[in-house]
Nanobody
Framework: QVQLVESGGGLVQPGGSLRLSCAAS????????MRWYRQAPGKERDMVAF????????NYADFVKGRFTISRDNAKNTMYLRMNSLKPEDTAVYYC?????????WGQGTQVTVSS
């Protein structure tokens, strides 16, 4: 079965950096586009970044452009999100996502808190 496991979240000061990881299993990772989403308390879940299966195409939400970088290692079945210049408004639970077989799959999420 599809499994997505996020890690790398934590507490960081404004202006700091974190790298999130998403370990995937149960499907042919290299064949699927992947996405990062985030959800802040009381808000909807928003897409943060997209990466194509071969990593030859990426896309970012306007609110993270120039600060976040999505990448993947198909040999390790892992996707990453490098987050720089973090702001308090980046505080949220971050989820990785794959759309496969007409269904969305989600990890359990990893909490990112940006605070001094």
């Amino acid at each position: 079965q599809v499994q997505l496991v996020e890690s790398g979240g934590g507490l960081v000061q404004p202006g700091g950096s974190l790298r999130l990881s998403c370990a995937a299993s149960g499907f042919t990772f290299s064949s699927y586009a992947m996405r990062w989403y985030r959800q802040a308390p009381g808000k909807e879940r928003d897409m943060v970044a997209f990466i194509s299966s071969a990593a030859d195409s990426t896309n970012y939400a306007d609110f993270v452009k120039g600060r976040f970088t999505i990448s993947r290692d198909n040999a390790k079945n892992t996707m990453y999100l490098r987050m720089n210049s973090l702001k308090p408004e980046d505080t949220a639970v971050y989820y990785c996502n794959v759309y496969r077989g007409f269904k969305d799959y989600w990890g359990q999420g990893t909490q990112v808190t940006v605070s001094s």
